[in-house]
């Protein structure tokens, strides 16, 4: 029997018990893949994360993201609380922590900025690490029958249901109000009709919901699913959000500018989470997008493998 030493954090937020929590192992050396997938099925989390040498000495770590049944390549929650647990440390791997951290992860080289209060480190801002892709336009009886909603309900006046991913593929869904949010109720078997025709290699048709402020458009409230990855709803999900606001720039009629937007998320399940992103768009195409919050410390401890 082995022992290893983790870190739970609660991300998106400042307050503890609110937020998106995550448990990360700040050294994963000696878990093996088998014990990764069961261990981070054992927490229930969305997600978790394990952190390894990097393969390159030049950069900080290696970030696996484990979900209750699959690793995946690149996430948003993960990379913001692991760097908040980073920069608790005055070293990783023998290499002095500084306010800029390079994480290798399946998706590409993650970039990481820790934001610091008065000193204190107390969040942190990630570069997706790839160019915004979109993918099919879901039918829009489908994607309404998935959440139990009417196609009424849902806007399509920006867009159709389509897939967008600047890591990993969400679909993105524009409901017409707040209402409409809030009535949202999975459908499994209808998620797993849609994943037969539409899901990505990386993921089962995770659904981001959203609604815009009317009077603030850089305001959105948004909820995620995922039925079938053991996540029934996600308070704050940091990769769709800037896959969403890199196609809502990217459909925006200004062919250049900065894009600030501010995802309210986990409203509904009573932890509320704020996620900044920022998306700098050339020539009508996104070329970057950054994806910024706080995170809470919760809890430490040793699990048994």
Known sequence: ????????????????????PLAVFPDARGISDAAMQKIAAEFGYSEITFVL?????AHHAQVRIFTPVAEVPFAGHPNVGTAYVIGQMAEIFGKS???????????GLVEVLL?????????????????????????????????????????????????ASVGLAFVMVE?????????????????RQARDGYATPEND????????????????????????????????????SGA??????????RRDGVFDMTIEQGVEMGRRSLIHVRVE??????VSVTIAGASAPVMQGSILY
């Open 175 to 191: 409901l017409a109000d707040l209402a409409a949010l809030a009535a949202a109720r999975t459908d499994i078997a209808l998620f």
């Open 1 to 20: 029997m082995r022992k290893a030493e983790f870190v739970t954090v609660d991300v998106f937020t400042q307050e503890r018990f609110t937020g998106n």
């Open 97 to 107: 922590v500084d306010d800029r951290l390079i994480f290798e992860e399946k998706a």
């Open 115 to 163: 934001q610091r209060h008065e000193g204190r480190v107390t969040g942190a801002a990630i570069r997706a690490p790839r160019a915004l892709e979109l993918g099919p336009v879901i039918p829009l009886e489908l994607a309404a029958a998935c959440v139990s909603l009417d196609p009424a309900q849902i806007r399509t006046t920006g867009h159709m249901p389509c897939t």
């Open 53 to 57: 040498p990097p393969e390159n000495p």
């Open 244 to 253: 969403l606001s890199a196609l809502l720039a990217r459909l925006d009629p």
């Open 281 to 286: 768009k050339q020539a009508s195409e996104p």
């Open 205 to 240: 048709f995770p659904m981001f919901l959203y609604v815009r402020d009317t009077a603030d458009p850089s305001k959105l409230r948004a909820r995620m699913f995922a039925p079938l990855d053991n996540v029934a709803e996600d308070p704050a999900t940091g990769s769709a």
